[in-house]
């Protein structure tokens, strides 16, 4: 933190992961006057960095103009655009009436073959999915003719009021026939039957223009956009 006076003027974080040596930038966050501090701060910061660090990640709000200036100043590089989703409960009443499809144990190789074709180098495999389902994690599918048409990963944690939608994907021949929109449907309804859940925040590329029209489509809207940067260290 910052002081000046007495008073916090300023914070600035950063959040480990020794998996892969990164570190996410929370912040600066600082009164608009007092931005000629951010760089003082920034410095202190680095020297507490621990060694094993070498990629900074930060996510900075488009509107957030200081911080897009320091980024750049700092080197940072642009990787992408991120879109921040958001789906109230309020809207639960227009999702379509269809039946909720859960995966079982004779679609799980499909599922896999299905997940890790498309999302081959992610945070969770295939298998990994299949290991963690439980009463609040659940994958939801479409199928026809016994075949698997498309899958979606859910989490659910009822005690903080908080769902996800993990991964989400639909075999490539059989995509544009509305498979993608019943695979959301399945899962917000899933998702908002736990009553201590208000809404579904999820992010989103936004060069996936297929993934964001969709979102749209089903009753998602845009919270904000962000933009993610890199910067080896
Ligand atoms: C994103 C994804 C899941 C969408 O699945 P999908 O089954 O193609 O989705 P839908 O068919 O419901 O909707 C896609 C489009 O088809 C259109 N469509 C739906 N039913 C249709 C029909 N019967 N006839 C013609 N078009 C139709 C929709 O209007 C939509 O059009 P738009 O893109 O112009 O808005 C799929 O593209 C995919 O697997 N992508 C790779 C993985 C990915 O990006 N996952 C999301 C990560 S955030």
């Known amino acids: 933190i910052g002081i000046k006076d007495g008073d916090v003027i300023g ?6 992961d020794f998996d892969s040596n990164s570190a996410e930038i929370w912040g600066p966050f ?7 501090i951010a760089t ?4 202190k910061m680095i020297e507490i960095l621990p060694r094993e660090i070498d990629l900074l990640t930060m996510f900075i709000n488009k509107e957030n103009k200081n911080c897009l200036r320091l980024a750049d100043n700092l080197h940072f590089i642009k990787e992408s655009e991120e879109i921040i989703l958001r789906f109230e409960r309020f809207y639960t ?8 499809v859960e995966l079982s144990s004779d679609y799980y190789r499909d599922m896999q073959l299905l997940h890790d074709k498309v999302f081959p180098n992610t945070y969770y495999s295939g ?3 299949i290991e963690r389902l439980n009463d609040h994690r659940k994958v939801f599918v479409d199928k026809k003719d016994n075949k698997l048409m498309g899958y979606i990963y859910v989490e659910v944690n009822p005690a903080f ?7 989400f994907a639909v075999d490539e ?12 449907t399945m899962a917000l309804k899933w ?21 964001l029209n969709l979102y749209k489509a089903v009753g998602f809207e845009q919270e904000y956009q962000l933009c993610y940067f890199t910067k080896e260290c």
């Open 11 to 16: 914070v600035l974080g950063f959040d480990t």
């Open 40 to 43: 003082v701060m920034w410095n």
């Open 191 to 211: 998702l908002f039957s736990f009553d201590s859940v208000d809404g579904i925040t999820l992010c989103v590329n936004s060069a996936n223009k297929k993934a």
């Open 30 to 36: 600082l009164k608009e006057d007092k931005w000629d």
């Open 173 to 184: 021949p059989q995509r544009g026939k509305g498979i993608g929109n019943k695979l959301l």
């Open 161 to 167: 009021g908080e769902g996800s939608i993990e991964f």
């Open 93 to 100: 009443d227009k999702l379509q009436d269809i039946p909720i």
């Open 127 to 129: 298998n990994k999915i």
